[in-house]
């Protein structure tokens, strides 16, 4: 960026001064523990000094937003897609779009973008394996038309999704590649061309080189890097941007601190805005300013109980048994834990489903309707944890304590947790119960290493919960969770869906082919199937959540849009002022 010397030199005296703006959007940096702004870079493919989301991803727009809480694709560079056929999405892009030395955005640069990260994934599959489970190429019709062939046919919205998601890196923050650079066009050609050693350097290249730097980035959003410091990013308005003339203010930053804690930056007004952790505990509220306002309200995080349900594994558990995972489940008094929120946390108020709490607060979903008949566990219903002890074998002696099927004393191993009030609930009720609990604490590293081997019997967990589709993604079910909590894939669930006795026996899914084909075929009952499942199975018990949200200063800003982007997206600050109808707005004096 060149300045005349007048006006740089004030503009870059303001940029850097912290919180003496006035119209200046300043954001608290969600990476703040992480690489220094001066250190990173918008290179997807890297995680080390990673950039590419904050704060690349205000400097970069996307050919699609997608909302995980709606469910909802929104244009945005892309302004209309279509299955031309039932293996074949095709994607229109808007001619208004420029990068910002000039050049206009094309499909070229989106489908550049594809094609490495499929190159990728091809490269780091296994012999015989799909390198993705959806999209099988890319390819450009011509500027304005970009063509993702599937393996099969996909319902719309899951084929949208699936092509706008992170692949193998942070692609569904941004377009990031700009086919004419020189450095990304070489790379593309090598990975497409090159085999054996050639192949293995090039991905190693793409995957550590930090390419492009902050400050040298070119990107195509609403905003341009205008200096990288150590603590701050300071941008300006890219008036060439399709959404610029709605917004009234010229310049924004983002601003790292020494820890990841936002609320005191906030409260003491060194920024106008947070990506996350909101909201505070009950303590911090009256610090916050006057017309404090929370993005991102429909999105959470859920803390679990996971279980080791034992398949595959050598390490011998009680929980192998889907019974004596749901005891315990029986035995846990949810309504002990309600007094020790602390206004942060939600009590996870509904049957163990894998459905985002805040969706089934408001209804949103029909799965709200449909776990009605499901179990509900957390209750402490002490008889029927009894019930299904006893028909695994389990008996209890005259001083109340629970005997395993071989005479020992029943003992649950806690892995970590102990600062977890909800596993400090479920303890107590353990053991007034008769079951013993030894809580043990590890490292990080052991931690890591213990529960992908499945040494442990319960441990605590917290994902997020970021819509419907999001929580069963193939990536996710099958592979992750079933890497934690060890499960089989190949399941029996009682029928009808509602009743755990099976009055009309049982039905066999495998849950990954179950997955497969609710997200091909859009049929619903393999999504209530899958409810069920889970319900019955329970490798993880929903014991809490809670909103996962971010924040800002409504007393100067008012952010305008839909609620699915305001309060659905994960990149919502980042996202405002990028669409149409979208807008952050300096109300203040």
């Not at 973008?113 to 390819?139: K, N, T, V, W």
């Not at 092509?163 to 070489?186: N, P, Y």
């Not at 300071?234 to 959404?243: G, I, L």
């Amino acid at each position: 960026m060149s300045y005349g010397a007048a006006s740089g030199v004030a503009f870059l005296a303001g940029c850097l001064g912290g919180s003496g703006s006035t119209d200046r959007f300043q954001m608290f940096d969600a990476e703040t523990s992480g690489a220094l702004p001066s250190e990173r870079h918008c290179n997807p493919w890297n995680f080390a000094q990673r950039g590419a989301w904050h704060p690349g991803a205000l400097v970069h727009d996307r050919p699609v937003v997608y909302s995980p809480a709606a469910d909802e694709a929104y244009p945005l560079i892309a302004t209309d897609w279509e299955l031309t056929d039932d293996t074949t999405l095709e994607f229109t892009f808007s001619d208004e779009w420029a990068w910002h030395d000039g050049d206009r955005v094309v499909a070229d640069d989106w489908v550049m973008q594809l094609q490495i990260a499929l190159r990728i994934m091809e490269y780091q599959a296994a012999d015989g394996e799909r390198p993705h489970q959806f999209l099988e190429s890319a390819e450009v019709v011509d500027d304005r038309t970009a063509r993702v062939s599937l393996h099969e046919p996909l319902v719309a919205r899951h084929a949208v999704r699936a092509a706008v998601a992170d692949l193998v890196g942070d692609e569904s923050r941004g377009l990031f590649t700009k086919h004419t650079d020189d450095q990304w066009a070489e790379w593309h050609r090598w990975l497409r061309d090159g085999e054996g050693d050639e192949l293995d350097a090039v991905v190693e290249d793409i995957t550590t080189t930090n390419y492009p730097a902050l400050d040298e980035v070119v990107g195509n959003g609403p905003f341009q890097v205008a200096d990288v410091g150590d603590n701050v990013v300071v941008f300006e308005r890219y008036d060439d941007h399709p959404n610029a003339d709605a917004l009234n203010f010229s310049e924004c930053s983002v601003h790292v601190f020494e820890n990841d804690d936002p609320t005191q930056p906030y409260t003491n007004g060194e920024v106008d805005a947070a990506h996350i952790q909101f909201p505070l505990k009950d303590g911090v509220q009256q610090q916050l300013p006057e017309k404090h306002a929370l993005v991102r309200e429909n999105l959470s995080t859920n803390l679990l109980f996971t279980f080791n349900c034992g398949h595959d594994v050598s390490y011998d558990t009680p929980f192998e048994s889907a019974n004596v995972r749901k005891a315990v489940c029986h035995v846990f008094d949810r309504q002990q834990v309600v007094q020790l929120l602390e206004g942060v946390n939600r009590m996870f108020d509904w049957p163990p489903c894998r459905v985002p709490g805040s969706i089934l607060a408001d209804g949103s979903h029909d799965a709200a309707d449909w776990i009605e008949d499901f179990t509900a566990y957390g209750q402490n219903d002490t008889e029927r944890a009894a019930e299904l002890l006893r028909r695994e074998g389990y008996e209890r002696d005259s001083s109340g304590t629970w005997l395993t099927p071989d005479g020992g004393p029943f003992e649950i191993e806690i892995m970590n947790g102990a600062d977890r009030k909800d596993f400090g609930v479920l303890k107590r009720n353990l053991e007034d119960f008769g079951i013993e609990t030894n809580q043990g604490q590890v490292d990080d590293a052991t931690f890591d290493e213990r529960h992908h081997a499945g040494e442990y019997d319960m441990m605590p967990d917290r994902s997020s919960a970021n819509g419907v589709t999001a929580m069963w993604g193939l990536d996710l079910v099958p592979r992750w969770l079933q890497s934690i909590a060890h499960f089989d894939l190949e399941a029996e669930i009682p029928m009808p869906i509602g009743d755990p006795e099976g009055e009309s026996g049982t039905k066999s899914i495998n849950v990954e082919e179950h997955i497969r084909q609710w997200q091909v075929t859009g049929d619903d009952q393999y999504y209530r199937e899958l409810l069920w499942w889970w319900n019955q199975t329970v490798p993880q018990m929903e014991a809490m959540y809670q909103p996962d949200a971010g924040a800002y200063n409504g007393a100067n800003w008012t952010l305008d849009g839909p609620e699915e982007i305001i309060d659905g997206t994960e990149d919502a600050l980042y996202l405002v002022p990028k669409m149409e109808a979208t807008t952050i707005e300096y109300t203040g004096e």
